[in-house]
């Protein structure tokens, strides 16, 4: 592949790929910075890579190797989730290196928008304000469960709504 080529892919890819290293950093400036040093080392290496999928299968691996070492560097007691469940679900991301992220994040923001008012607004709490469960029922003066409750129930909303509108066959772009 050329630079310009890889390079497209990876920023057009970077919610995903953002997505994919904080899941297991836990840490959105970390996240950031991981995904950043992707970027020089892919640029290193555009030669190996020899299509997109190739380029996003060998981006997650790198990215969850420096989320790992970030961790130790970090001396975490545990990490958030052992290699073999992340090698379990890297057949689940994998799914989606085919689709587009303009058109991910599109059909997640018409699907958020679906959300009732009370389900929107704990979602955002969760994840714009980085809320733990404990955290976002002090804060609505709602019991713990029943937030985990809502959360479960706007989770599951979420993703049949974004699964009944992006196809899973979609060539990437």
Avoid at 14 to 39: F, G, K, M, N, T
Avoid at 127 to 148: M, P
Wanted: glycine residues 4%; neutral net charge; hydrophobic residues 40%.
């Amino acid at each position: 592949m050329e630079h310009e080529a890889t390079l497209r892919i990876l920023v057009s890819d970077r919610a995903r790929l953002l997505a994919y290293v904080w899941s297991i950093v836990r840490d959105e400036h970390a996240a950031e910075d991981l995904y950043q040093e992707l970027l020089v080392v892919a640029m290193g290496r555009v030669e190996t890579f020899g299509d997109s999928v190739h380029l996003l299968k060998w981006s997650r691996v790198t990215l969850r190797n420096k989320a790992l070492e970030h961790l130790r560097r970090q001396r975490k007691a545990s990490l958030p989730m052992a290699g073999d469940v992340l090698d379990l679900l890297e057949d689940h991301w994998a799914e989606y290196d085919s689709l587009d992220s303009a058109e991910m994040t599109e059909a997640l923001r018409h699907c958020l928008s679906r959300l009732t008012s009370k389900a929107r607004q704990l979602v955002e709490l969760r994840y714009e304000q980085g809320l733990r469960g404990t955290e976002i029922a002090q804060a609505t003066d709602r019991k713990t469960h029943s937030i985990y409750v809502a959360l479960s129930r706007a989770y599951k909303t979420l993703g049949e709504c974004i699964g009944g509108r992006i196809p899973k066959e979609k060539p990437h772009a």
